[in-house]
Nanobody
Framework: VQLQASGGGLVQSGGSLRLTCAAS????????MAWYRQAPGKERELVAR???????SYSDFVKGRFTISRDTGKNTSYLQMNSLTPDDTATYYC???????????????WGQGTQVTVSS
């Protein structure tokens, strides 16, 4: 399973970006999809997650501003980010809990990260 994250960039405070994470390769099933972020000098932190049934949860610092979604048929997750502030500046990583083949166990796969920079 390979994950490709895209959609990052430079945006002004108050602006929006939409991140995409697409899985490819040998994929039997994907359970949970999640987005994390890591700012320079800080720990990686969970931003949002979505279950296989579409249930979502968000960290307090993005509630009401970010929306996570998924297209199961395309093995893809999206993170719509609105009302961005400079504090949202970080590298954003997608994380899928997936099985590559029917007899495999579920394990976590990470994308390569996409940079989001919010200017004031």
């Amino acid at each position: 399973v390979q994950l490709q994250a895209s959609g990052g960039g430079l945006v002004q405070s108050g602006g929006s970006l939409r991140l995409t994470c697409a899985a490819s390769g040998s994929i039997f099933s994907i359970n949970e999809m999640a987005w994390y972020r890591q700012a320079p000098g800080k720990e990686r932190e969970l931003v949002a997650r979505i279950s296989s049934r579409g249930g979502t949860s968000y960290s307090d610092f993005v509630k009401g501003r970010f929306t996570i979604s998924r297209d199961t048929g395309k093995n893809t997750s999206y993170l719509q980010m609105n009302s961005l502030t400079p504090d949202d500046t970080a590298t954003y990583y997608c994380n899928f809990y997936a099985r590559a083949r029917i007899l495999d166990i579920f394990r976590a796969y990470w994308g390569q990260g996409t940079q989001v920079t919010v200017s004031s």
